[in-house]
Each structure stands twice: as C-alpha cells, then as structure tokens.
C-alpha cells in the first residue's frame, strides 16, 4: 500500500514524543531530524522537505502549551496540519459549467491513466452529478488506443465519440463538441495521446485540443510511482497549459508516495483524484486531511484536534472571565493594575500599542508624573477605604487630599474615574459573549476609540451611550 514506509517511519518518529509530558528544543530537533529522514527517504522534493520541517519546528517551539493535551500530542497535531496544508488543505471539487456542456481534458505522459481515467470520471460524474458523458477517443498514433476507449465507454455503457486514425486530434475534438451538444451530452471527456517525454511537439498538439476545446478543466495524469519525476513532469506541464488539477494515478500500488506530498506544494496544481486500481470505480476525491490522518496512521489524530481546539476556548474564556470578574474591584486592585502597568514601561509607549492610536499621541502629552500622584493618594487612604470605596465621603476625600499632599480635586476626579470603571466592569459582566464581542470590536475599530460611544444595552442609566474609561 501507498505510504506505507513513510507512515511506518513518521509515525515511528512521533512515537517517541506523543506520550511527553515535556520536550525540550533538542526533543524536538531529534524528531525533526527524523521526519526529515523519512520525507526524503519517501521521495518527497527536498525543498518541500524543508519548508515542511522549518515550518513544523518553528510552530513546535512557539505554540503555546494546552493543558488538556501533552507536548508530545501537540507536536503529533502540528505534523498533522501541516502534512494536510502541504497536500493542499481542503479536497476541490470539478468546476462545471453551470449550462450547457462541460468539457474535461486528460493530459500526461504515456502510461499514467489518461485513457482509464477518462472512463472512471465519466462513471464517477454520472454517479454523482447525473451527468450524461460522451468519451472523446483523440489519441490517433495508435488504433489500440481508440479500442481500448471505446471497451471502456462498452462496459460503462457511455458512448465515445471516435472517427479512427486519419483525422487530426484537432479535427475530431471539434467534431466531437458539435455532436455532444447536438445529443445532449452535458459533458464531454476528452482522451489525449501520451508520450515518453514531454516534448514540444506534445505540447504544441495540446495546446491547439486546449484553444479549440476551452476546456473547464485540465486534469493532468501523474503516475505516484515516478515520485521526484512526476513533480518536474507536473511542472512542466503546467506551465504549457495552465492544468486545473491532478489526478494522481497508481496509488493501490507500492508508492513511496513522495508525489503526493510534492506535487501541490511545489506546483500549486490541487490534487483532485487519485486512482486506487485499474477497475473503474476505483477513484476517490482526494483529500488531504484524510490523507493526512492516514499517513499518520491515526484515526483518532481528529479527536485529538477537537481536544486541542476546546482547550484554547477554554483557556480564553477563563482569560477573559478573570480580567472582567471583579465585581468587587477595590483600590487595591486598582493600586496593583497600575503598578502592573508601569512595570510595563512608560504609558505613552503602552498608548502607542492599540492600533490607530499611535498617530494621535504625537500631539498628545502625558503626565506620567500623574501616576504617581493617584498612587499616593490612594497611599493616603486607609485600608477599609481602599476595600470599600464606598465609604469615601467628602470628609475623608478632605482628610485623604492633605495626606497626599494633592488638590481635593484630583481626589474627587480619581474616585469619579475609579467608579467609572467599576461600573464598567459590573455591565462587561453582565454582557452576552454577543455584546461584549460587539464592544471589542468597537475598541479596536482604526481610530482607536470607539467610532459611535459604546453602549452598554443593559444599563439604561446614567451610564448608557458613556464612552469606556482608559482603564
Ligand atoms: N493499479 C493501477 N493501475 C492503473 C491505474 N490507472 C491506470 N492503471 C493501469 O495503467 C495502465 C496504463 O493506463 P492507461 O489508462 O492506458 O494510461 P494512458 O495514460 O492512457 O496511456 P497511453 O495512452 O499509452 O499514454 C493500464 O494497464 C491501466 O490499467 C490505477 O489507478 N491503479
Ligand atoms: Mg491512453
């Protein structure tokens, strides 16, 4: 089977990690070293090898660490999604004309399916799109290939158009469009000739099918036995005709499978099929996920993702329910948020981090002496005051301003800010994940500030439509 060493070898080499509870750089080099092995051994392109190895590493030693799986599991996820990126991510679908009729053509080299290929996707389009093909025998070098197309079109009871050997490719693929639209064929596949090489006079015939024919798709044929050939074969292809996907031919067989992982990733051609067998039905829309998940023999690599994914939205929600949960916000939290934030650097330099405001601070001057003075004034408060601020009347706004060694104004503007802010704090509480998301977005809109005064739904006091405090 397909894959079968490059799975043995990666998965031997994942092994080693899954169950670690910690890993260290050089952990993680030693495994790198041998899924590189593996790749190449497997006849992978050396340059996507190597993308695919940096790539891996650098996520590896940058993500951040989950609690509900080990190490060694996030490393086996990133191999993972990166095996299923390099193969192209998501399975594409054949592009059909919407009306009227849709018309594929098989390309490759001598060998690779093209002819058994044109019968399994007439089969497969009837099946799963109700379609009514018409075969297109335009392979003219050699008779056996007209009857090998017209014994595949028997079997499957689809008819193939064929006018013999003595017309051009040209001269029937024109022939063969007029009568699929005159029969209501609302699709038409068109069987090319191979040749050993690719060579110019190939090309130059392809090239006239492909004017003539404006096909919806190009499908070019790739034996996955050729391994690092069948990518500079793809290659060269594509840049002659603009191909529109790959089917990858022969992969029932003992395939190193170096060309499926090659072929997207240095081509940008998306692998649409693979061929499993020389019968019929034996195609299957390829996708990469599953040949990802297969190649890492682990059927259970997608339950692990969805652990992995809960884990991050448990780990941000709990994020976001400590930084908005105090309700019972005092000033000793407070005290503690701007000693947090002066640890952090200078508070013009923390402004200038949220987008769009860093163009308004040129013009802006702040005080960072003003920090110092709402430290001590809340230095000047007692305990109790600090934790109920409710207490703070105006007698103790007096007592707290002489302590200080600050105008009672400021005191008076502090303790507006500070129940300002818890205000705040209580109706970001009570906000729906929905409201709350809305307010966020209001926040990070270019700009800075928030375009329209946020405001909170639920308060209909006299804290609706206020803009949020700096903090
Ligand atoms: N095992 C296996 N054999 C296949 C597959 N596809 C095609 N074959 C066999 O490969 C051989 C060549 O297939 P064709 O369809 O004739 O290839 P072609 O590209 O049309 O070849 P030319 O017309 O000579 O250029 C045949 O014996 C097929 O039965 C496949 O997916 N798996
Ligand atoms: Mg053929």
Partial sequence: MAFDSLSDRLQQ?????????????????????EVRLSLLEADVNYKVVKDFTNEVKAKALGERVLKSITPGQQVVKIVFEELKRVMGDEAEGLRFKPQGTTIFMLVGLNGTGKTTHAGKLALYCRRKYNKNPLLVAADVYRPAAIDQLVTIGKQLSIPTFEMGTN??????????????????HD??????????HVNEELMAELRRLKEIAQPDEILL???AMTGQDAVNVSQSFHEQLNVTGVILTKLDG??????ALSIRRVTGVPIKFMGLGEKL????????ERMASRILGMGDVLTLLEKAQDAINEEEAELMAKKFKNATFDYNDFLKQIK??????SIKGLLSLIPGLGSQLKNIEIDENQFNHIVAI???????????????????????????????????????????????????????PKEMERMMNNLNRPGGQPSTPVSYSKGKGKNKGRRAPWF
């Fill in 187 to 196: 699709l038409v596949i068109i069987d090319t000739a191979g040749r050993f």
């Fill in 254 to 259: 003992d395939t190193r499978g170096g060309a």
């Fill in 378 to 432: 809340i230095n000047s408060m007692t305990e109790e005051e600090r934790h109920n601020p409710d207490i703070i009347n105006a007698s103790r706004k007096q007592r707290i301003a002489r302590g200080s060694g600050r105008d009672i104004s400021e005191v008076n503007r502090l303790t507006k800010q500070f129940e300002e802010m818890r205000q705040m704090r209580r109706k970001m509480m009570n906000m729906s």
């Fill in 340 to 345: 947090q934030i002066r640890r952090l650097g």
């Fill in 13 to 33: 080499a994942l092994r080693k990690v899954t169950g670690r509870g910690t890993l260290t750089e050089t952990d993680i080099e030693t495994m790198m070293r």
């Fill in 167 to 184: 017309y051009t490719p040209e001269e029937i693929v024109k022939k063969a469009i007029d009568y699929a639209k005159e029969n209501k």
């Fill in 281 to 288: 039905d034996q195609l299957e829309v390829f996708h990469p």
């Fill in 221 to 223: 044929t790739v034996d």
